[in-house]
């Protein structure tokens, strides 16, 4: 559980309404022109998205475009069978997810930075007792989640490859 101030709060707010946003603006352009192709939809999307949400970083637009492609993906693949009637994605809030360029977690320190619509900002977290055990290994992508009125981290960190025993036959 995150632990921002009033005024990080309110950062942290503003930056998952731009998000959802930049995602839907996103979707809507790629609908519009049937991409759901990551590659084709970021040269569809990344200027319009960036030039009309200009307080998010970009790799936090590219991020709302990967979540975008993901989205559209999904609808045009149920879009394919005949008994389905699909229409545009919409999303009333989506969590923004953040990559090694715009966020950095200190584990010794419990605090990460984020990326916000009002700049990095560091904040506090706690860490509930069951997941521990993965404190300190290294992270790959987060997801800022809000629920009622709580900010939450959702991070994704890497687990060691486990060392597998293999036992050899001797003849």
């Not at 995602?23 to 192709?37: C, F, M, P, R, T």
């Not at 200009?54 to 879009?79: G, H, I, W, Y």
């Not at 984020?114 to 790959?140: C, H, I, N, S």
Request: proline share 7%; glycine share 4%; net charge positive.
């Amino acid at each position: 559980m995150l632990e921002p101030t009033d005024t990080q709060m309110t950062m942290l707010t503003d930056t998952y309404t731009v998000f959802t946003s930049a995602l839907n603006q996103a979707v809507d352009i790629g609908w519009q022109a049937e991409v759901s192709h990551a590659t084709k939809l970021h040269y569809l999307v990344y200027y319009p998205v960036k030039a009309a949400h200009p307080t998010l970083v970009s790799d936090v637009v590219n991020q709302a475009r990967v979540k975008a492609a993901e989205t559209l993906r999904s609808a045009f693949a149920l879009r394919k069978h005949p008994t389905r009637r699909v229409s545009q994605p919409r999303s009333a809030a989506c969590p923004p997810r953040y990559n090694k360029n715009t966020y950095r977690v200190d584990w010794p320190a419990r605090t990460v930075r984020l990326a916000t619509t009002g700049g990095r900002q560091t904040l506090r977290f706690l860490v509930p007792a069951y997941v521990e055990k993965y404190t300190g290994l290294p992270t790959d992508t987060a997801d800022l989640i809000s629920k009622r009125g709580r900010g939450y981290l959702h991070l994704v960190v890497t687990l060691p490859t486990p060392w597998l025993s293999t036992r050899l036959k001797v003849f």
